[in-house]
Each structure stands twice: as C-alpha cells, then as structure tokens.
C-alpha cells in the first residue's frame, strides 16, 4: 500500500540531496520511482504559508506525496529524518531514516567532518534506537585522493555504531571498517601524530578503567565542538564493543569550579554512556528532553529559507551564498564563467589580528545571498527574528568588505541590494513599513513584501499565487 514520505529538518532541503534520500529509502525497500526535474514547492492555504513543502517530480507506485517539514529539535537534531506513513508525523512517532549531511571533506575540516557531527547520531540512538543512519556527503568540491588518518579512524567508527556512509567515492572495504574490538579503536588512534599544538587526544586503560585526554574547554565553557563530538562517538563505541567499565576524561581544560550544567547535549551523553570529567562532578539526576523536535514557525531561517526555496524553485533565482541561522556555512558561489565554482569564505579578514582582540577582522557575511541573473542583480539578505528586526538593520551595514571582496570581483557589474528578512510573531502593518524590508513571513503564514522588495523576490511572491 502507498504512504507519503515525510522528510523533517532544521536544514533548507536541497533539491539534489532530498533526492538522494529518497533515491536511497526507495532502494533498501525494492521500491521503483522516477525522478525528474524534481523542484520544492511550499504549500499555501488561503494565501498563507502551511510551514510544510511538497517535493514535485519525484514519482512511484509505492508513494504518495513528499512532504518537507520545518522542525526544530530539542537539542542536537539530525539535518533529516524521514518517516513513511500516511499521516503528518508526531513527536512520538519512529522515523524509518536518520541522515546527516555535511559538505565538508577532509580537505577542509577534518575534525568537523569526523567527529563534530558524529554526536547527533549518538544521541538520536537514545530517543530512536536502531532506526537506519545515514552519513551523506554532500561534496561541493573535489574529494581528497588520500583520505587522511582523523578521517579514516572517524570513519570507522561511525561504522562501528551502525551509521552508513553516503556520496563519498568507492571506499576501500579493507580500510574503512568497523573496529572489532577495544584496542584496536584505542591501539589506531594512539598511534595518530600529535598535533603542533594543544592537548593530544590520547587513551591509557587499566583493569577497569579507560582515561581519555581531550580538551573540551574553549573560551572557558564546555564548548569545543569538534571534541565534544569526538568523545562522545569514542564512548558509544567502546559500549558497543562491550567495555562495563570506567571512561574518564582527563586534560579536558575544565577548571575544577565549573559547572557542567544540566540541559546539554554532552552532558545528556554523558549520562547515558557513564563518561566522567576528571576532577568534576557531573549531576546525576539528568533527565532526556521528552520528545526529541518540536514545529518550527518562529525562527530567523525560516523566513530565510522560505526566500531561498521560492526564488530557486518558483523563478529563475540563483542561491550564490547561504548561512541560514545555524546551518552549516555554505559556500560562495562564483558564476561568472557560466557555471557555480566553489569559493570557501574565511571567517576573518586576519585570523592572528582578530584572535590578538581586534574583533574589526572578521569578516561579516549575509545570511543568504542571491543572484537575478534577469536584471544583473545581487540580494545580499540579513534574517532576524521580528523582535530582533533593529538589530538586523544595522548589521546590514556591516557587508562592505564582503561586497568589495567578493561581489564586486566575481560579480563585476552587477548591481548590489541589501535587504532584511523577517520571521516569527510580530506587527504586520509595523513590518511592512520598515524601509529595509525584503519579506517577513508571519507565524501564522501570512507574507509581507516591503517598498524596496527585489523584482526576483517580487516575482516569486506572486508565483505563490499560482500554486
């Protein structure tokens, strides 16, 4: 019997990676499909947004509808979940797949690529054990030829819990395997190259303990995501190989007065898979969240996600730059020779300077940038909250360097506007009258366009009405 396929995310679904998902689910079921010239169109009701998208052009006999969600999780949410069921999913429903996605390859960040995201997967485990995992690598440039050690040992051990890799080139079987046992997971990583600097992450084990060094401190908060990650897949793998007994970490930079907290994803973690901070007390009455996402409407990224989808999908817009608020950073898009090249964006004009003090070096970045090739037009967007609608105003001043550096040497000629995009509960008739409004997209649905709304965004908009 046919279902409709429900894909929830934080994330602005891509068309080419929803396809691969779905392409992947249809595959382990047996089911036939066709897939073509799939676009992601949102659902009106009464001229107001539903906050649910539908995937056009992905058909099969064992499928309804695809349906797009925009959720947002309780803590650590997974980039998508999929669930295949008639009706619009609940909080206490068990999805079929679990996907993470990234665009980073070892060339870039090999600790965010290994290891950063590696803790989603291990805390999803609590609230949905043995669902599916999916790593997909989404690759925007070319993958390196030789994988290096962080991402082969970070590789393997997302095999080790049952988490299965998606989009990367053949990978060696011989190489690429899961640990068989507790020291050859601790016997691999020791034998990994010191870094030039900082804390080696190293293990020692006794009768009945394992020590771990790894700093987990950054700007005197437990925050150092990569490590956070790393410790928590390092755990959740020595449970799966069947160690009972201690993990402590050791040289995590905690000083011994800090308070972990409650409400965290590594103190969830570390709860559940018994890791010890050495020299602090971690509260033992830690209770999980109880449910695991929640229907999003309020915050910023749904406004600018929601631009996002209809000038891609409903016009001819082009998405030259993304950074929807808490997404993963895109990259900068230069069209000028008829194709999109990748162009990675530092975070800082000066990295040495702006970590000396002088924060003036960073580098400001729209939360999303498009292109109207129509009109030679550039969109540089800020999303805000309504209730945080001042505050974006004057960070739309600060886009000159970008726009000097990076709009006006790959975009030479094109014309550059700036704009706010707003979400969430406010005062339609307040927001309509701000002079720097693109679009603000009420908690109810409602769509307001402003004076100086782009002609692209302008267009898409009453497209809208055509659906």
């Known amino acids: 019997m046919s279902k409709n396929i429900w894909l929830l ?51 099969s006999d064992s499928i309804k509808r695809v349906f797009v969600l925009p959720v947002s999780g309780k803590s650590s949410f997974v980039d998508f979940m999929l669930f295949h069921k008639d009706d619009r999913p609940d909080d206490k429903d068990i999805p079929d797949l679990i996907i993470e996605e990234t665009k980073t390859d070892d060339g870039e960040s090999r600790n965010t690529g290994a290891y950063q995201r590696a803790s989603k997967f291990v805390f999803t485990e609590f609230f949905y054990p043995g669902v599916r ?74 009768d009945d303990t394992i020590y771990l060094s790894a700093k987990l401190e950054k700007s005197g908060q437990l925050a150092h995501d990569p490590n956070i990650g790393m410790t928590a897949i390092m755990a959740a793998c020595l449970r799966k190989l069947g160690w009972k007994g201690r993990i402590v970490i050791t040289k995590h930079g905690l000083p011994q007065s800090f308070s972990v907290g409650k409400r965290n994803k590594f103190n969830y973690i570390a709860h559940m898979h018994g890791i010890e901070l050495e020299g602090i007390s971690l509260p033992d ?79 400001y970045i729209p939360d999303l940038v498009l292109f109207d090739k129509e009109s030679n037009q550039v969109i540089n967007i800020e999303g805000k909250k309504y209730s945080t609608r001042e505050k974006g105003v004057e960070e739309l001043n600060n886009f000159d360097f970008f726009e000097s550096e990076y709009i006006n040497t790959y975009y030479k000629g094109s014309s550059i506007v700036r704009g706010l995009v707003l979400a969430g509960s406010g005062n339609v008739s307040q927001a309509k009258q701000m002079s720097e409004l693109t679009l603000y997209l009420a908690s109810d649905g409602t769509i307001v366009t402003g004076a100086s709304t782009p002609p692209l965004i302008l267009s898409a908009v009453e497209a809208l009405k055509r659906l």
């Open 133 to 206: 995992k999916l790593m997909l690598y989404n690759l925007q440039i070319p993958q390196k030829e030789t994988p290096t050690a962080t991402s082969v040992f970070g590789t393997r051990m997302l095999l080790t819990i049952g988490v299965e890799i998606v989009g990367k080139k053949a990978v060696d079987p011989e190489i690429f395997k899961p640990f068989e046992n507790i020291d050859e997971l601790m016997d691999l990583k020791n034998a990994m190259p010191d870094p030039a600097y900082g804390v080696a992450v190293k293990f020692t084990k006794t």
């Open 285 to 363: 009455d830690i209770v999980l969240p109880k449910t695991y996402w929640q229907k999003e409407t309020e915050k910023e990224k749904t406004g600018t996600i929601f631009v996002h989808v209809i000038c891609e999908n409903l016009v001819n817009g082009v998405s030259i730059y993304e950074n929807h608020g808490g997404c993963e950073r895109g990259y900068f898009l230069d069209y000028s020779q008829g194709k999109l090249n990748p162009v990675t964006i530092p975070k800082y004009r000066d990295r040495e300077l702006y970590k000396a003090g002088d924060k003036t070096y960073i580098i």
């Open 9 to 59: 995310t934080e994330e602005r679904p891509k068309t080419s990676v929803v396809k691969t998902i779905l392409i992947n689910f249809m595959a382990e079921g047996g089911m036939s499909y066709s897939a073509d010239s799939m676009k992601i169109v949102p659902i009106m009701k009464d001229g107001k947004f539903t906050f649910c998208y539908e995937v056009l052009g992905f058909n």
